[in-house]
C-alpha cells in the first residue's frame, strides 16, 4: 500500500520510497525532515472540504504536512502500534 | 584564553531560536542584509561575564547542511566561514527543541562534526516537560562531547549558564571520520542519543493534538481560518482609523506650523507640498501595516501560521502555487514590500517568482483612499440588502477582482514563464506556543522601523524629484504653473495614449506623481483641480464634488479598473529589482501590470459606455 491510501490514525512503516519519482530537492527536505525509509508515521489529517489534499502526517513528535503526490511514492506497511 | 568575540545561533526551524536571540539580547538588534544576498542577518550583542561584548548572530533555521532553499544557502556558508565578507562566528550555538530531541539531532551530528568550538541550548525545556518528557543533559553533554545548558528562552531561563558555556566554549578537532558520515547513519545514532538521555516519557497527552483536530478539520478548519482573517481585515481597516486620523493630524499641524513659521517661497513649498504631503501620505499607513503584522506575528509565533497554509494549500495548487505562497500574499494586502520580503520563505524559485510578481494584485492599503474618492463620488450610497450597501459592496468587488486577477495570473505564469515541475508543499507543522509580548513588541519595532526608514529615504527622494518636475520650469505671466512644469508636458503626451480608456488629462497628470505611491493621486488630482484645501479629509470631500461634476461614471468605474491593476509604485518595483537581483523581473511586473491596467481599464469604459451608463 501506498501512503495515500493508509486510512487516518493508522500508524505504519515506511518500506520503500521511490526517490527517483520526487524532485531532488524535496527528497532532500522529506528526508531532513525524517519521512524516510525505516520511519513510524501516521496520516493525522487529509485535505479540506473532502479533498484528499494535503495530507498532515505525524513522524515520531513531528507533524509533517506532504502532498499526496510525495505519498504516492512511497510504500509503507501497516504495524501494531 | 581570550573570550570569544562572535557567536551564532544554529538550529532547526521551530527550536525557539528567534526566542533565545530576543532573550539574550533584548531589543538592541541591527538587521541588514548578508552581503550580496536578500536573507537578513539579524545581529545583537552580549555582555560576557568578564565584560567583554560578543556579537551573537541568528542564523536562518536549517534542516541541514545541503541547503535546500536561499535562507539554509546563508546558513551553511555561514557556518563554514564562506561567505565573503562574514568571518565565521568564533562560537557555533546549536539551538535543540527538547521536545523533538531525536530529529533536531540529526542536524546537530553534522553541526558538531565541524570540530567548532559549541554549545548546545536544549531549548523549551518546560514544553517537553509538559509533553512528559525528561532529559538527562549531562547524558546528552556526554554523548555528543560538547556542553548542553537546559533553556526555556521565554521565561529566560538557563540564560546565565549558557552565556557562561559560550564565554568558555573550547577549541575542539574535527574528527574526520564524522564527516563522512551518511544521514541514515546520523538518525539511527540520533535515536540512540535521544534513547539514552530521555529519562522518563509518559503516554502523550499533548495539547497541539487536540487544537489540532480545531483548526485542521476538513470543515470546522477552513472556516475558522476565514472567519479569522474576516477579523484581522475588521482590525486593519476600522481598528487603524484612529491613529491614522491622529497621525495625519500631527502632519497637518507641521503643515500648518512650517506656513506660518518660514516665509512664502520655494523652500517653503518644497517643505509643505513636497516632503510633507509626499511622504505624510505614506507615514499615514504605518497603523494599519503595525496592526497587520500584529496578527501576522501572532499567527506565526503561537504556530498557527503553518495551519493556514496547510488549509490554503489545495486552493494554492489549483493554480501551481503552495500554502507556502499564502503568507506572503496576506501581507500584501497591507503592502506588498513586506509581502514580497516574505516571500524569502519560499524554496521553489519558480513558486518564489510567481508569488512575488502576483504580490502587487492583492489591493494593499495604499489604493484604499483612491477607491474611498471615487466611491463616494460616483457609486450611490443605498443599500442592496438590509445593511449591506452598494458602496460597501463596490469596494469588496474591487479586493475580489484583485485576487481572482492575481490567481489567473499565477495560473498562466505557471504555465508559461515560471514553467516547470509542479511545485510541492512539504512543511513542519510546528507545535503551538503562546507568542510572548515582548517578542511581539521587538517583532513590530522591527516592522515598523523598517517601514519608516524606507519612507525616509526612497519616497522622500522620489517625492522630492516629482515636485521639481512639476515646479520647474517656473510658469510665466498668467500661465498655469501645472501646464508651464516638465510634469505638465509629460501629461500631454500621457493623455494622447490613455485617452482611448476614457482618462482625461487631469487624470494623466495625477497618474504621474503616483507613481511613487498610488495614494498620491488623490492629493495631485485635488492639486489639479485647485482644491484649496489643506485637510486631506475635507480635500476628498470637495474633490469628490468636482470629480462627479466633471467625470463620466465610465470614466471613474475606468479608473478604478486602471488602480486594481496599475503597478503605481515606486518601492514595490524597488524591492522587487532587490529580491530578484536585477531589472529583468522588475521590469516585466510594470510591463504585465501596466498592460493588464489598459485592457481592464478600457473594457470597463467601452462596456460601460456601451451600456449607456
Known amino acids: 500500500m501506498t501512503l495515500d491510501l493508509l486510512p487516518i490514525g493508522k500508524p505504519a512503516r515506511i518500506v520503500a520510497v521511490d526517490w527517483a519519482s520526487l524532485a531532488e530537492e524535496e527528497a532532500l527536505r522529506l528526508q531532513a525532515l525524517g519521512v524516510d525509509e525505516g520511519a513510524k508515521v501516521s496520516v493525522a489529517y487529509r485535505g479540506i472540504f473532502s479533498g484528499r489534499d494535503p495530507i498532515a502526517l505525524t513522524v515520531g513528535r513531528m507533524t509533517v504536512a506532504l502532498r499526496r503526490a510525495h505519498a504516492r511514492a512511497m510504500l509503507v506497511e501497516p504495524i501494531t502500534a | ?613
Request: charged share 15%.
Open chain 2, 1 to 613: 584564553m581570550t573570550a570569544p568575540r562572535s557567536a551564532a545561533l544554529v538550529g532547526n526551524p521551530n527550536a525557539g531560536k528567534s526566542a533565545l536571540f530576543n532573550a539574550l539580547t533584548g531589543a538592541r538588534q541591527k538587521i541588514a542584509n548578508y552581503p550580496g544576498v536578500t536573507v537578513e542577518r539579524k545581529a545583537g550583542r552580549l555582555v560576557l561575564p568578564g565584560g567583554a561584548m560578543l556579537e551573537l548572530t541568528d542564523l536562518p533555521g536549517s534542516y541541514g547542511l545541503n541547503a535546500t532553499s536561499p535562507d539554509e544557502e546563508v546558513t551553511r556558508r555561514v557556518i563554514l566561514g564562506e561567505l565573503p565578507g562574514e568571518p565565521a562566528p568564533e562560537v557555533l550555538v546549536l539551538v535543540l527543541d527538547a521536545a523533538n530531541l531525536e530529529q533536531h539531532l540529526v542536524f546537530a551530528q553534522e553541526v558538531i562534526a565541524l570540530g567548532r568550538p559549541t554549545v548546545v541550548a536544549l531549548n523549551m525545556v518546560d514544553l517537553a516537560e509538559r509533553d512528559g518528557l525528561v532529559i538527562d543533559p549531562l547524558a546528552l553533554e556526554q554523548a555528543l562531547g560538547v556542553p548542553v545548558v537546559p533553556t526555556v528562552a521565554v521565561r529566560r531561563r538557563g540564560l546565565v549558564e549558557l552565556i557562561a558555556a559560550i564565554a568558555s566554549a573550547s577549541e575542539r578537532t574535527s574528527d574526520p571520520h564524522l564527516a563522512h558520515v551518511t544521514l541514515t547513519e546520523r538518525r539511527v545514532t540520533a535515536h540512540a542519543i535521544a534513547e539514552a538521555a530521555i529519562v522518563s516519557e509518559t503516554a502523550r497527552h499533548r495539547l497541539h493534538a487536540k487544537l489540532d483536530q480545531l483548526f485542521l478539520h476538513p470543515w470546522l478548519g477552513p472556516l475558522i481560518l476565514f472567519g479569522l482573517l474576516f477579523v484581522v481585515f475588521q482590525a486593519v481597516f476600522a481598528g487603524a482609523t484612529p491613529f491614522a486620523d491622529a497621525l495625519e493630524g500631527g502632519i497637518g499641524a507641521l503643515t500648518d506650523l512650517a506656513r506660518s513659521q518660514i516665509p512664502p517661497g520655494l523652500a517653503r513649498d518644497l517643505l509643505t507640498e513636497g516632503i510633507l504631503s509626499g511622504v505624510g501620505s505614506v507615514v499615514v499607513f504605518l497603523p494599519q501595516i503595525v496592526i497587520l503584522f500584529f496578527f501576522i506575528l501572532v499567527m506565526e509565533a503561537s504556530g498557527y501560521m503553518a495551519r493556514a497554509a496547510f488549509l490554503m494549500d489545495r486552493l494554492m495548487a489549483s493554480v501551481g502555487l503552495s500554502g507556502r505562497s499564502f503568507i506572503p500574499l496576506l501581507s500584501s494586502f497591507a503592502c506588498a514590500i513586506p509581502g514580497i520580503m516574505a516571500t524569502r520563505s519560499i524554496s521553489d524559485p519558480r513558486d518564489r517568482l510567481t508569488t512575488i510578481l502576483i504580490a502587487p494584485l492583492m489591493t494593499c492599503s495604499a489604493r484604499l483612499p483612491v477607491y474611498a474618492v471615487i466611491i463616494a463620488a460616483f457609486i450611490p450610497n443605498r443599500a442592496v440588502l438590509p445593511g449591506i450597501g452598494l458602496q460597501g459592496l463596490v469596494l469588496l468587488g474591487l479586493y475580489v477582482f484583485g485576487i481572482v486577477a492575481a490567481m489567473l495570473v499565477a495560473l498562466v505564469l505557471r504555465r508559461s514563464i515560471t514553467k516547470g515541475a509542479a511545485s510541492g508543499f512539504i512543511m513542519e507543522l510546528p507545535k503551538y506556543q503562546m507568542p510572548r509580548l515582548g517578542d511581539l513588541l521587538i517583532g513590530l519595532w522591527q516592522r515598523a522601523w523598517i517601514f519608516l526608514r524606507r519612507a525616509g529615504t526612497i519616497i522622500f527622494m522620489v517625492t522630492v524629484v516629482l515636485w521639481l518636475l512639476l515646479n520647474f520650469p517656473r510658469a510665466g505671466e498668467g500661465e498655469n504653473q501645472i501646464d508651464a512644469s516638465i510634469a505638465g508636458k509629460i501629461a500631454n503626451g500621457l493623455a494622447v495614449v490613455v485617452e482611448p480608456i476614457g482618462f482625461n488629462r487631469d487624470i494623466a497628470l495625477s497618474l504621474i506623481p503616483a507613481m511613487a505611491a498610488r495614494e498620491v493621486a488623490v492629493s495631485s488630482l485635488a492639486t489639479s483641480y485647485a482644491v484649496g484645501a489643506d485637510d486631506e479629509d475635507l480635500q476628498a470631500k470637495a474633490l469628490g464634488e468636482r470629480l462627479s461634476a466633471d467625470w463620466s461614471l465610465p470614466t471613474a468605474l475606468a479608473f478604478l479598473a486602471w488602480f486594481v491593476f496599475a503597478p503605481q509604485c515606486m518601492s514595490t518595483i524597488a524591492v522587487t529589482r532587490r529580491e530578484t537581483n536585477g531589472w529583468k523581473w522588475p521590469g516585466f511586473m510594470l510591463a504585465y501590470l501596466f498592460g493588464l491596467a489598459y485592457l481592464f481599464a478600457g473594457l470597463t469604459y467601452w462596456t460601460a459606455v456601451w451600456l449607456g451608463l
